[in-house]
């Protein structure tokens, strides 16, 4: 059953969301703390790779609520992000009334009463009874909340923050022919953003801010052990350190938390001990998703793999 009571700490949030794999810092913890006190949506930012998806899962699980996501794009409008009429049932709706216009209208002893009596029925034609809600209008709909996570703000328009901006203020949308659509249960909205264009004031003013960059090595050592409970304590810390110090050149993509996460398991699976130029050079496309991030990378891998050694030996 679904938990929609704020948690009463942010160790509470810390252990909640560690009990689902991920592994919170101080200030994600804090973050989402304070978005169930004060009830507000949070627009994390940062590169791709980082958990800021995933965040929205585990506070979906830990509270056992529905997550709903809108994946956003460009030309995203609201009969695929809010709601559209159900044409087919409408126009299905026409033909039977046509079919039974007569009945309708018999009873009718003038004209001005039979215009009467169609213009009651064309209102039905707009009642929520055609209505195909889409994710915006199903996260207010919700009788125990939910998780609405709009993923990738900034691949949408700009004109499509103006449609969010009610939702994000007061929890409610207003639908010309129906009125206005209060949410049940407000829900825990996540936002998130990899920075590919800037992101209006008046969106960010009715959002907490949180910005999730690569962790420091202890908490990414964590994030391992959670996600990759076979890895060994020293190659858990070798290949971390190693990640650290490719995250210092000159890349077009720096490897994220996920790449970490995908590594560990491919070392796991085969069965290597710690880390070897050769290991390294043979799983290098895992790590790097850029040919010349990997012909960069390249000259320094036994430089990082003596670096990494010294971790794994005396971290």
Known sequence: MADIRPSASIEAVESGLAAQGYIASRQIATAVYLAQQIEKPILVEGPAGVGKTELAKAIAAWRGMKMIRLQCYEGLDEAKALYEWKYAKQLLYTQILKDKLGEVLGGAPTLEAALNQLHDFGDVFFSKEFVEPRPLLQALEQPAGCVLLIDEIDKSDAEFESLLLEILSDFQVTIPELGTVVAVAPPTVILTSNSERDLGDALKRRCLHLHIGFPEQKLEERIVESRVPGISQTLRKQMVSFIHEVRTLDLKKLPSVSETIDWA???????????????????????????????????????????????????
């Open 265 to 315: 398991r491919v070392l796991v699976l085969l069965q290597a001990p710690e880390l070897g130029h050769e290991m390294v050079k043979d799983t290098l496309n895992v790590l790097l998703k850029y040919e010349a991030d990997i012909e960069a990378t390249m000259p320094q891998v036994s430089t990082f793999i003596a670096k990494a050694s010294r971790q794994g030996v005396f971290g």
